[in-house]
């Protein structure tokens, strides 16, 4: 496996970014989930490219965020090009993110640390055609620096993931704060059917569509990013089992 690219401080990404320039500009459009329940229910049948996107960790482990990354890696392992995540620690695994399809070689790490300094640098990444993709890890995000993120990803067709992380139950309500993002997901761990002898399943996950501009909430139980990005919908619930009656069961075990 390649390693991941090395950290960059901040004042040296223009520069890197400019290099990168000729892999010629991000595509507009949607990226489908390909889950027609998933992609019907979104105002344009599939995630919005060159859009700002909100994802939140559910659950009792959600300080550490790390399906909501591994939901993120899923979506920009489906898009072509490389990608800039910018930090504010050094807690993301790069082989579990490989696992989603998203290889460590195409992963370009800014450590900041602070939040006031992951805004500039995603600024600086959307504005680089170049990119599938720019991540952004903050707890606090005003309306304005969120409005600020959506213009430069809309003139250049870059899309931009927001994961809102907080580590003390303090910053956790700054999470919750509003902002100009299309869509703002929750990801959740959620049981999975015992699978007796017959082999290990794929992790079952619950995903929450918090909000969307157009469209209305909605939940879904699914199974984890596969190796190529991709979630699935457990075989249940693909046979036509309602969802609602397939999360009771799968909880009650």
């Given amino acids: 496996m390649a390693l991941a690219s090395p950290p960059i401080a901040v004042a040296d990404l223009r520069r890197l970014l400019e290099r990168m320039e000729s892999h010629g500009p991000a595509e507009a459009g949607v990226l489908p989930f390909g889950i027609s329940e998933v992609d019907g229910h979104l105002p344009e049948n599939g995630l919005q490219r060159g859009h700002l996107h909100e994802v939140v960790e559910g659950g009792p482990a959600s300080s550490y965020a790390a399906l909501a990354s591994l939901f993120t890696a899923g979506i920009l392992a489906r898009l072509p090009g490389p990608v800039l995540w910018c930090l504010r620690g050094r807690d993301l695994f790069a082989p579990a993110l490989a696992r989603t399809g998203l290889h460590p070689d195409r ?3 800014c450590e900041t640390w602070k939040d006031r300094d992951v805004l500039p640098a995603m600024e600086e990444g959307l504005r680089c055609k170049g990119l599938a993709g720019v991540v952004g890890e903050v707890t606090k995000l005003s309306l304005t620096a969120s409005r600020r993120l959506q213009l430069c990803a809309a003139e250049t067709g870059v899309t931009a993931l927001l994961i809102r992380r907080w580590r003390s139950l303090n910053e956790k309500p700054l999470t919750e704060e509003p902002s100009a993002a299309a869509t703002r997901w929750c990801i959740s761990p959620h049981p999975s059917p015992d699978a007796g002898f017959d082999g290990l399943q794929r992790q079952h996950w619950k995903v929450d569509l918090l909000r ?23 075989a249940e619930v693909a046979l036509g089992q309602d969802t609602a009656d397939f999360a009771r069961r799968a909880a009650v075990g």
């Fill in 212 to 234: 969307a501009r157009g469209g209305e909430p909605r939940s879904w139980i699914v199974e984890a990013c596969d190796a190529t990005g991709h979630l699935a919908l457990p």
């Fill in 107 to 109: 992963v370009i790490y």
